[in-house]
């Protein structure tokens, strides 16, 4: 009787599991009680959490290069004598001279200047920043196993701004030695401007590739839970290209290769006056590309066996590097500028997905 009873229970708490397994979407079978496959689309909004990075500056202009001086305004002598340095009388006398008729020191007595300054530097408080941006996002899916999953993440690449941050100024110092230096030396000193970062708008703009993929996990059981939350690791790959750069910039970039081109062409006065030199100075910008480990949580809430809709916030920690660089046919690279940006972007995604 025992045994019957037992035979009868075993029946009936073996009945639910039995009319589970005969539903193809209820099944319990790994590869009959859920779809493989899903794919969704939906709204992809990429917030950079990343701050600015300073720009570390080289030129072509070797420390303690020295240099013809060249033609030059008196009145620019005496606006660049570094404070607190002692001249000679007669020297300031001169220069005071000439500067009161606007006149010129000729090459011939402005002799040459020993620079300092302009091989490299870096700009504190400079760099660039990524803009939030919203774009189309696509997300496939393969489910190895009701719970375990492989994502590929993709969508259409955006065009994101970059903001730029602060002032890069040239830290220029020299030695002169006017008049064949009969009269002294002259310490000259100055930190000359080169472009404002935040003054014409985004300072550069790029479209941004970022494909990515997961493996992850999802909580609960297909055709049981209709809200199955999920977590998900894996990689990101960034790619840059269309870089654009702020056509003003561009112009400051352009005439800070003029100054560092007359300083080759020995033309030193010229770097300080703002002057043209014979150069045709082109600018270009560059990104590397970058791998980002990421993490997503998310969910996804089952409309029917195969209708979803789908939510996920993930965290990806990307960094690369940008170049500046103004070249030249005849002097080469006069300058090159480098600053990594930081993005480490928070990825918010919101969609409806199919499976099959």
Not at 52 to 81: M, Y
Not at 153 to 166: C, F
Not at 171 to 187: C, D, H, Q, V
Not at 263 to 287: M, Q, R
Request: aromatic share 10%; glycine share 8%; hydrophobic share 40%.
């Amino acid at each position: 009787m025992k045994k019957t009873l037992l035979c009868v229970a075993t029946s009936i708490a073996a009945l639910p599991m039995l009319t589970h397994a005969d539903s193809p979407y209820f099944s319990l079978q790994d590869g009959d009680g859920f779809k493989r496959f899903s794919v969704s689309v939906g709204a992809l909004h990429v917030m950079p959490q990343g701050k600015a990075q300073p720009f570390r500056v080289n030129t072509s202009v070797k420390e303690n290069e020295t240099a013809k001086v060249g033609d030059i305004k008196a009145q620019t002598v005496l606006d660049n004598i570094k404070p607190g340095s002692s001249v000679n009388p007669l020297l300031k006398a001169t220069l005071d001279g000439l500067a009161l008729i606007n006149a010129d020191v000729p090459s011939a007595l402005s002799g040459t200047a020993e620079i300092r300054g302009l091989s490299q530097w870096d700009n504190p408080g400079t760099g660039l920043e990524a803009d939030d941006v919203t774009t189309l996002g696509i997300m496939t899916n393969y489910f190895f196993t009701d719970n375990i999953s492989f994502e590929m993440k993709a969508g259409i690449p955006p065009k994101v701004d970059l903001q730029g941050k602060g002032k890069i100024y040239a830290p220029f110092s020299a030695t002169a030695t006017p008049m064949g230096g009969a009269l002294g030396n002259l310490e000259l000193e100055n930190d000359i401007f080169i472009t404002d970062l935040e003054a014409h708008g985004p300072a550069a703009s790029a479209r941004a590739w970022t494909p990515a993929f997961e493996f992850q996990y999802h909580f609960g059981k297909t055709g049981v839970n209709k809200f199955r939350p999920y977590v998900g690791v894996g990689m990101m790959y960034a790619y840059f290209n269309e870089l654009e750069i702020n056509p003003q910039t561009e112009k400051d970039l352009i005439a800070a290769g003029h100054m560092i081109a007359n300083i080759k062409e020995g033309n030193a006065g010229a770097s300080l006056e703002g002057k043209k030199s014979s150069a045709n100075p082109k600018v270009k910008l560059e990104a590397t590309d970058a791998f980002a480990p990421i993490a997503t949580v998310g969910f996804t809430y089952d409309f029917n066996d195969k209708w979803f809709a789908v939510g996920s916030v993930s965290y990806a920690h990307l960094k690369n590097e940008t170049t500046i660089t103004v070249k030249d046919a005849t002097h080469g690279e006069l300058i090159k500028s480098t600053a990594d940006i930081e993005i480490n972007p928070i990825l918010a995604y919101a969609g409806v997905g199919y499976r099959f």
